[in-house]
């Protein structure tokens, strides 16, 4: 079984500093994993994602991830938020066994940026 | 372009009531399709996913049942709702075989009083 753990439930950020949102993971087997945004009363959408290859990920908005192995970490950053960055951001991740299309989301974390 | 539309947007209803939320796909054949449940605090829970008509697989027991009576339809219903079932329930579904990768539909929010 997998599991995504956000550790932090809120953080306020000014605007304009940078901000890193936590992901770590447990699973036994190799994964994919996910940033999903959620903007007030809406669905999700995808922020990036992590199949193979390099391990810094970029993204839409400006974000970008990086994939620890060693660390089962999967951190969201971005140098320079902004008023639009307000959401609820979600890591998630996905197994790779064949059929088996399922993500596991974290409990999420919701992104203040202060004026 | 493929879309995903689901409906009602809000929904109050009381206790015991039934439920129905429907979510339908649009260009796009055979996806896989499912149904996460949000609340409060509590991150997106996966209840029901389908790999195809009448294939329906139930992650968490409770009072809720999906169907999928078309290609491109999925429904979630209940019976009798129970106050626990308020949250927003979202429809999903997948964008590339064995990526995982979910596109979301816009959400149902349903308060039980």
């Known amino acids: 079984a997998q599991s995504v753990t956000q550790l932090d439930s809120q953080v306020p950020v000014f605007e304009e500093a940078p901000v890193e949102l936590r992901c770590n993971y447990s699973s036994s087997v190799s994964v994919y994993l996910f940033w999903y945004v959620q903007y007030p009363n809406q669905g999700l959408q995808l922020l990036l994602k992590?199949?193979?290859?390099?391990?810094l990920v970029k993204g839409i908005n400006g974000f970008e991830a990086e994939f620890n192995k060693s660390q089962t970490s999967f951190h969201l950053r971005k140098p320079s938020v902004h008023i639009s960055d307000t959401a609820e951001y979600f890591c998630a991740v996905s197994d790779l066994g064949f059929g088996n299309e399922k993500l596991t989301f974290g409990t999420g974390t919701r992104l203040t940026i202060i004026p | 372009s493929q879309t995903i539309h689901q409906w009602p947007a809000t929904l109050v209803q009381p206790v015991g009531s039934p439920l129905s939320l429907e979510c339908t796909v649009e260009g796009t054949s055979n996806p896989n399709l499912y149904w996460y449940r949000q609340a409060a605090g509590r991150g997106l829970q996966l209840l029901f996913y389908s790999i195809g008509i009448d294939q329906i697989s139930s992650e968490v027991p409770q009072n809720l049942s999906a169907s999928r009576p078309q290609d491109r339809q999925f429904i979630l219903s209940s019976k009798k709702l129970l106050l626990s079932d308020s949250g927003f329930y979202l429809c999903a579904w997948i964008g590339a075989p064995n990526t995982g990768e979910l596109f979301f539909g816009e959400g149902s929010r349903l308060t039980v009083l």
């Open positions: 992590y199949l193979s290859g390099s391990t």
